[in-house]
């Protein structure tokens, strides 16, 4: 008997020992890997963000991919898990910001460009150090040969070459158009970074002026300074005789002139019925001015403050303005009513500001035209279509419904960001001096052009556009590498389903364009994993537990069970610390029934297990209905099955049962029990490998007669 046994498990004194083990074994890496014609399986990491560190959410992910990885490998497929972590600019750069302010008082703008990079790139190292570190502890078999960060060298030239090849085939243009604005972090943002706060606000219900027909209800009146139309559904009797009608007003010491238009998209039933049209400052009512050829002024600059007005409104903040032209409205007897209500307000995911929709010259990607290479598509087409084909599937599959609702309201994206962290737009200008307008050149390429004079754009892109491209940019692309050729399409990608439209989408866009296929087959979204009160784990709620902390208290395949056991596909769910020592009693309980069949087994009951009795047959059913749920991706209910067979009815009853035969049996009962207690056992190691590797590679080099020194290659048995 090994001495080990004779103490319990002690997860501390094994997991940082076994993980060295793996790792100077090569096995990572799928060419290291023995030859068994499986064909390949790959996974690329959803790369964390190096903000600092992980949280228990990023556990529960990295054990479903650990979990799938290690299967597959014992499967026998060359398994590629691709690690990597995303420079995540506007977040990285905003943290650091922020920091700066906190301790020095300073902005970016005091530390220049080159100073600020110098600071967020220190940053960006440590937390990546801090993060491999915790995915280690965790176990992730990663190849870490082939770790990739969303800004080094490889993905830059990735990113440039993407960006001139959708500029070329006219998908990428520059224009004026209404985006998000932070006006905290003076940026663009996206539609899928802004969050949504309910606040309450007041809704306010006025005329223009004395003479003007129709009442009119917003949230935001100093916005009105800026409307140049009222828009009425062209089927309300209510407004149908003022249509085509046009005034002139001063409001506010603000000269407007208001059109009343029909438009089909006006909800009569809403308020007065009443739209008063804002272009520069709405989304929805810049899509009006576009169907009817309406100017556009803009009277809030980045700052949220007003652009127009006397001493009343000029400069001042938004909110303050508000406030002046209520007071106005009140004294000029034009406000009919004011409401308390709650609105949910757009606020920037990474800073908080309160989002201004501007107009501002920035780059976009058009999602709806038509593409001549792909025989007259559109991006949404290529994004919609192998999900609606069966090409790639979505786990669970009610997110597809969720998917196309999002695609066929995507606006073209803006990819633009007014930071420094991040790609440099591939472009630039410089004045045409041999021309007679003397409009700016410009050049779109990989490398800057040769000549005096060009400046190149000062915007980053879009994080998502870099990390749209991680399923191929990792694998080597632009070039035509073995990698890309052997584990492209990626076989899985398992993102929170938080994640689906800023990432998952965009990968099939990305993917669908450049290379002419889909990045990945099978999208298994988890759910989210929330603290004990529910709340999601995030750095800014103050709830963040690190993976290590627990890991240190109760081991790492003590974790992962917990995280994936009766945790549905899909489904969100709540950390339980309780639930984590129940698994660690369950580390011990194999460690025991291991040093009971070691006492009471010998080398002969583990040389022959092919033919190991009655028992035999109950415990195949079981694991065959086991490995059907690994193979469909339903890792809770098989880690509930593995852990139900071995504590209830392996230990409970059929050990238990053994003992008696093995003390009082005759010699062929005492063999037959001994060999099904091997061969079981045996194989229950194998299969529970997947879910709770450290203990199971540790447990699997004290058995006798094994076939590799290492678990984590053994076959799977079924």
Same mark, same amino acid.
């Given at each position: ?70 299967? @597959?490998?014992?499967? #026998? ?83 440039? +070459? ?7 085939? #006219? ?16 940026? +663009? ?20 002026s004395k003479d003007f027909p129709i009442y009119i209800s917003t949230t935001r009146p100093e916005t009105k300074v800026g409307d140049v139309a009222v828009a009425v559904h062209p089927e309300d009797e209510r407004y149908e005789k003022f249509i085509g009608q046009e ?20 909800? @009569?039933?809403?308020?007065? #019925? ?18 009817h050829d309406l100017p556009r002024p803009q009277v809030i600059n980045e700052y949220a403050k007003m652009t127009v007005g006397d001493e009343r409104l000029l400069n001042k903040k938004t909110t303050e303005a508000r406030e002046v032209i209520v007071n106005w409205l ?22 908080? $500001? ?21 025989? #007259? ?73 040769? $000549? ?83 709340? @999601? ?10 993976p290590v902390e627990i890991i240190e208290k109760y081991g790492a395949d003590a974790l992962r069970m917990s995280l994936i056991s009766g945790t549905g596909m899909g489904n969100d769910s709540n950390f339980d610390e309780n639930k984590v020592k129940g698994y660690k ?134």
């Amino acid at each position: 008997m090994n001495e080990k046994f004779l103490k319990p498990y002690d997860p501390k004194e094994t997991e940082d020992r076994i993980y060295k083990l793996w790792e100077k074994s090569g096995f990572f890496n799928p060419d290291n890997l023995p030859e068994k014609d499986k064909g390949y399986f790959s996974i690329v990491l959803p790369p964390p963000n190096v903000t600092g560190t992980l949280h228990l959410g990023h556990a529960l992910e990295d054990s479903i991919q650990d979990l799938a990885v290690r299967y @597959k490998r014992m499967k #026998g497929f060359k398994t590629l898990w691709l690690p990597g972590t995303d420079h995540a600019a506007i977040a990285t750069q905003a943290k650091v910001e922020k920091e700066i302010q906190k301790k020095e008082g300073k902005s970016r703008y005091d530390l220049g460009r080159e100073e600020m990079l110098r600071r967020v790139k220190e940053f960006a190292q440590q937390s990546h150090d801090t993060i491999v570190s915790q995915v280690r502890k965790m176990g992730a078999s990663l190849d870490w040969s082939r770790e990739a960060f969303t800004l080094d060298e490889r993905r830059n030239l990735a990113v440039k +070459t993407a960006f001139k090849s959708m500029y070329d085939a #006219g998908l990428i243009y520059r224009g004026n158009r209404i985006v998000n604005w932070d006006p905290k972090g003076q940026t +663009t943002i996206s539609d899928d970074e802004i969050v949504y706060e309910e606040r309450k606000a007041k809704l306010y219900t006025f005329k223009y002026s004395k003479d003007f027909p129709i009442y009119i209800s917003t949230t935001r009146p100093e916005t009105k300074v800026g409307d140049v139309a009222v828009a009425v559904h062209p089927e309300d009797e209510r407004y149908e005789k003022f249509i085509g009608q046009e005034f002139d007003a001063e409001f506010c010491g603000v000269a407007i002139h208001i059109k009343i238009i029909a438009d089909k998209e006006v909800d @009569k039933e809403f308020g007065t #019925g009443a739209l008063g049209v804002t272009p520069a400052h709405s989304m929805t009512d810049w899509e009006i001015a576009d169907r009817h050829d309406l100017p556009r002024p803009q009277v809030i600059n980045e700052y949220a403050k007003m652009t127009v007005g006397d001493e009343r409104l000029l400069n001042k903040k938004t909110t303050e303005a508000r406030e002046v032209i209520v007071n106005w409205l009140r004294s000029e007897g034009l406000l009919e009513k004011e409401e308390e209500i709650s609105q949910n307000v757009a606020t920037a995911e990474r800073t908080g $500001g309160i989002i201004e929709p501007l107009p501002k010259l920035q780059w976009f990607i058009a999602v709806n035209k038509p593409i001549k290479e792909r025989g #007259g598509k559109t991006l949404k087409d290529l994004m919609r279509e192998p999900v609606e084909k069966g090409e790639i599937k979505i786990i669970p599959d009610r997110f597809e419904k969720v998917y196309y609702h999002w695609i066929e309201n995507l606006r073209d994206w803006c990819i633009s960001r007014q930071i420094w962290y991040g790609h440099q737009i591939p472009v630039w200008y410089r004045s045409a001096s041999l021309t007679t307008d003397q409009k700016k050149e410009i050049c779109c390429d990989i490398n800057s052009p040769e $000549g005096e004079g060009w400046e190149q754009d000062s915007d980053t892109l879009d994080t998502w556009f870099s990390s749209g491209l991680w399923t191929f940019s990792t694998l080597g692309w632009p070039e035509k590498t073995g990698d890309l050729k052997n584990y492209h399409p990626t076989s899985l990608i398992n993102p929170g389903y938080e994640i689906l439209f800023f990432w998952v989408a965009r990968m099939i866009l990305m993917s669908q364009f450049l290379l002419g296929e889909i990045p990945f087959k099978t999208v298994f979204l988890h759910g989210i994993l929330r603290d004990k009160n529910g709340k @999601k784990f995030s750095k800014s709620s103050g709830n963040n537990i690190d993976p290590v902390e627990i890991i240190e208290k109760y081991g790492a395949d003590a974790l992962r069970m917990s995280l994936i056991s009766g945790t549905g596909m899909g489904n969100d769910s709540n950390f339980d610390e309780n639930k984590v020592k129940g698994y660690k009693n369950f580390a011990n309980k194999i460690w025991n029934i291991t040093r009971f069949i070691l006492e009471n087994t010998d080398l002969e009951d583990f040389s022959s297990l092919k033919d190991a009795g009655p028992l035999s047959k109950e415990f195949e059913d079981m694991a065959n209905d086991m490995t059907s749920d690994m193979e469909n991706y339903r890792f809770h209910l098989a880690a509930e099955k593995i852990y139900q067979y071995i504590w209830h009815r392996f230990a409970d009853e059929i050990l238990e049962d053994s003992k008696k035969v093995i003390k009082e049996g005759d010699d062929n009962s005492k063999k037959e029990v001994k060999k099904s207690l091997a061969y079981i056992w045996i194989n229950c190691v194998k299969m529970l490998h997947p879910f709770m590797p450290f203990v199971t590679e540790e447990i699997w080099s004290m058995l006798p007669q094994k076939r590799n020194n290492l678990l984590m290659i053994e076959e799977w048995p079924f």
